[in-house]
Nanobody, 114 residues
Framework: VQLQASGGGLVQAGGSLKLSCAVSRNIFSINGMGWYRQAPGKQRELVARLTSTGTTNYADSVKGRFTISRDNAKNTVYLQMNSLRAEDTAVYYC?????????WGQGTLVTVSS
């Protein structure tokens, strides 16, 4: 399984970005899909996860600002990020879990200027 993340970039605080993660296989049956991020000098952390039934889970720091979604027809997972803050600056990674195996995208850099 290959994942290709895109959509990162430089944005001012308060702005928005939408990340995309294209998956190389049908995602209809994949239960666990999500986005993680890693800021400089920090550990990778969960941002948002989405199950095949539509259940979502968000980090407290992004609740109300970020929205995870999926398009099964396009085999793509999205992360809409609004009201961005300087502390959201990080490399964002998409993740899918197939069985007990985790697959990761290459990461896309999001930089929020204050």
């Amino acid at each position: 399984v290959q994942l290709q993340a895109s959509g990162g970039g430089l944005v001012q605080a308060g702005g928005s970005l939408k990340l995309s993660c294209a998956v190389s296989r049908n995602i209809f049956s994949i239960n666990g899909m999500g986005w993680y991020r890693q800021a400089p000098g920090k550990q990778r952390e969960l941002v948002a996860r989405l199950t095949s039934t539509g259940t979502t889970n968000y980090a407290d720091s992004v609740k109300g600002r970020f929205t995870i979604s999926r398009d099964n027809a396009k085999n793509t997972v999205y992360l809409q990020m609004n009201s961005l803050r300087a502390e959201d600056t990080a490399v964002y990674y998409c993740n899918v879990r197939v069985g007990v195996i985790d697959y990761w995208g290459q990461g896309t850099l999001v930089t929020v200027s204050s």
